[in-house]
């Protein structure tokens, strides 16, 4: 398979994902999931990814839509297309599965793939997480990481908007 191929295979819809997670579930892997908008990739997200990779033996990243975004972060973001964002991110190699979810959290989607392991950053207090309670349930555990200081989207943002000024 071309490598642009086996990119594109990463991207999940929900009736793939089901079929993909049935697969793994016979192989037993255990399945780390985290969510976010990941609109300018930078060395903080590849830091936090690849650390949650490391808690399990597949990844599957939750990716809010272009819509989602917008309602989140202002009419101004995203930056990057829903389909831009998805290819970057199915390229990392630690990453197994990429989907799109357009509700206000990801919880029908944390509900739909039951994780052994669900991950958020560490500004998030664990039983504040969203999907918390889901995860708990099925005898899972619930994580935070740190952030790797000075990297965040709203940074480059800020320094682009300077440059121009």
């Keep these: 398979m071309n490598h642009y191929l086996k990119v594109k295979s ?52 939750g990716v809010n839509t272009d819509r989602s ?12 297309d829903e389909q831009s964002r998805l290819m970057i991110l199915a390229a990392m190699e630690f990453v197994d ?14 509900t739909q793939v039951q994780p052994d392991v669900l991950v958020k950053g560490s500004d998030y207090k664990a039983s504040d997480i969203v999907g918390y309670d889901v995860v708990m349930a099925k005898g899972g555990s619930v994580q935070t990481l740190d952030f790797l200081p000075g990297y965040s989207t709203s940074g480059i943002e800020r320094k682009i908007i300077e440059a121009h000024q």
């Design 97 to 110: 599965a990429v989907i799109l979810f357009d509700q206000d959290t990801p919880l029908q989607l944390i």
């Design 10 to 61: 990463k991207i999940l819809t929900d009736h793939q994902l089901l079929h993909t997670l049935e697969l793994w579930q016979r192989n037993h892997e255990k399945v780390v999931f985290t969510n976010g908008c990941f609109d300018l990739i930078h060395q903080g997200h590849i830091d936090y990814l690849s650390k949650a990779a490391g808690l399990g033996t597949k990844l599957i990243l």
């Design 69 to 80: 975004v917008s309602a989140i972060k202002g009419r101004h973001r995203p930056i990057q």
